[in-house]
């Protein structure tokens, strides 16, 4: 493969989709043609990353796959924080099935501005546009959007309004500056301060730049776009160390690692780069917002560890935490250490560690990296057709069952995960076995599940209630009237779906499901009150 430049890339440091993009890995060819079973978010990585294969066929494969990806798929996606900036753009660019698409591309929090201004210009609908001037800090850290709106010919007059009133007012800017650029100032005077012929220290100019990038008219605030975007590199640094222009820095460090996500830089441009932003990080005065981005994006572990020695910034902003779980390059161990600085960290850890670190692990829990073959492409769990495999484990000796059953239980949770989701119906049924939420969730998520499987999860006492509302919430198993009943007669369903189902329950089941002394009392009383009334009817 040619070297393309992510940026930070869930490639560059999961060793399950490293080791399957390589050069000489056997399975290429499967997974370009979407045959592999790794979870949707890795899977459009991996197929954005073989458009730039130098192999053909590879390109041919992936560019088809990336075609016809269902767009549920790609809502899914786009649902997860780790979704690749590069991904969402290839895809805005080239879809134009589903209504709920764009929206999730133009605010997913890592979507770029120039794919969020793409979307606005060439994808957007009133109600989109709407939606988008909902989010008042999209556009207050990017001007051009506010311009963009405004401009737009779907755009009606009270949405105008909305996004002007956006615009920060003149009043905002320091009273030493206001004299540089007086409130009605004409067009040549706002346009000498873009073009730097005034007088003014590096951090008064950057910010007086940012306000004027807000300028209603367009000539003002292109100028003013075009001169951030061009700012000598001495002018960058100066200001990243002033205790003011937090909004204006905070563009400029967004806008400077969305380019370096794009564009392949000279050793001398990463070293400003890296000199810029670690400057940045030294000044109090910079958002916490602004950390927070930088944390999630970087691919300089340099910058992790120096956010990671601002306690006191951390212990303040929980998003910066949050940030820094996303990731991947961030080391654990440094993570276990800045759980104790605030009472909110340990959850924040709970809901990564449960939710997103099984999707896109990088190692099993003891430490060795995936062989992505030894489960993905491995015959031994490869499905087979529905009827074969019923028949074949109902014939499988116990002996051969237990010895599969034991090397599946030394598996890593890693291996088991990914089993959970590709294997087949001997396989799914030992691991339906093992008490594990997040095994439970991957079997749910296994296409090949029955129905018949599913009944049996939801029929379980000891599964979590959240597999339970997984189950209630997928009307493709809750149209089966064995699902339903199966929910309501689960102790452990949530009322409120129980009372749901109890409703579509037929007379003799009414009259079981209303003698159950396990279930929540209210379910219960309700199917014996439905069961009367039928009973009533039929006389």
């Known amino acids: 493969m040619s070297e393309i430049y992510f940026g930070f890339s869930i490639a560059q440091t999961n060793p399950i989709l490293h080791k399957a993009l390589a050069p000489d890995a056997p399975n290429r060819k499967q997974l370009a043609q979407g045959v592999a079973d790794i979870h949707p978010v890795l899977l459009c990585e991996a197929l954005y990353a073989f458009l730039f294969d130098t192999d053909s066929t590879i390109i041919a494969h992936a560019t088809r796959m990336l075609k016809e990806l269902p767009d549920d798929t790609l809502e899914e996606v786009f649902g997860f924080p780790y979704a690749i900036p590069q991904v969402m753009d290839y895809i805005a660019r080239g879809r134009f099935k589903s209504p709920t698409l764009m929206p999730r591309i133009a605010l997913h929090p890592r979507a770029h501005d120039v794919t969020v201004q793409y979307v606005v210009e060439n994808r957007a609908d009133l109600s989109l546009l709407s939606e988008i001037a909902d989010h008042a800090h999209l556009l207050r850290r990017n001007p051009a959007l506010i311009r963009i709106i405004r401009e ?62 807000f300028d209603p008219e367009r000539v003002v605030s292109t100028a003013a776009q075009d001169a951030l975007r061009d700012l000598p590199h001495e002018t960058l640094i100066a200001a990243a160390t002033s205790g003011r ?110 939710t997103w670190a099984p999707i896109l692990p990088k190692m099993s829990e003891t430490g060795e990296t995936l ?24 014939e499988i000796s116990s002996e051969k069952k237990q010895t599969l059953t034991m090397r599946i239980y030394k598996m890593s949770n890693l291996k088991k995960q990914i089993l959970a989701r590709r294997g087949n119906r001997i396989v799914r049924e030992i691991i339906m076995q093992m008490q594990n939420t997040i095994l439970h969730e991957c079997l749910l998520s296994n296409p090949r599940i029955t129905v018949e499987e ?48 109890v409703n579509q329950l037929m007379e003799q089941d009414l009259a079981k499901v209303g003698k159950n002394k396990n279930i929540p009392a209210v379910v219960s009383a309700t199917a014996m009150k439905l069961w009367k009334q039928k009973k009533r009817l039929r006389r």
Not at 189 to 201: M, N, T
Not at 327 to 347: D, G, H, M, W
Not at 371 to 394: G, N
């Open 152 to 213: 737009h010919p779907l755009a009606n007059e009270p949405l105008r309004k909305k996004v002007n009133a956006l615009m920060p007012p003149w009043e905002a800017l320091p009273a030493e500056l206001r004299r540089h650029l007086p409130e009605d100032a004409p067009i040549n005077v706002r346009l000498s301060i873009v073009q730097g012929l005034l007088p003014l220290e590096p951090d008064a100019f950057v910010h007086l730049l940012f306000h004027l990038f």
């Open 245 to 354: 222009a937090a909004a204006a820095l905070d563009h400029l460090a967004r806008k400077h690692l969305e380019r370096s996500q794009w564009e392949k830089a000279s050793p001398q441009q990463k070293e400003r780069s890296i000199a810029f932003l670690s400057h940045l990080l030294d000044n109090e005065h910079v958002l916490d917002e602004t950390v927070a981005f930088i944390a999630r994006e970087t691919d300089r572990i340099e910058l992790l560890e120096k956010i990671m020695g601002n306690e006191e910034r951390l212990r303040r902003a929980p998003e910066i935490f949050h940030a820094l779980r996303m990731n991947y390059l961030t080391p654990p161990e440094r993570l276990a250490t800045i759980v104790a600085l605030n009472p909110a960290f340990p959850e924040i850890e709970r809901y990564y560690r449960e």
């Open 454 to 501: 599913v009944g049996k999860i939801a029929a379980d006492r000891l599964v979590a209630d959240e597999i339970i509302r997984q189950i209630a919430n997928n009307r493709e198993w809750t149209k089966h009237y064995n699902i339903r009943l199966t929910l309501v007669l689960n102790p452990k369903t949530p009322v409120t779906i129980s009372l749901k189902y």
């Open 371 to 394: 062989d992505f073959e030894e489960v993905a492409f491995d015959p031994e769990f490869i499905e087979e057709d529905p009827e074969s495999s019923k028949k074949r484990l109902q």
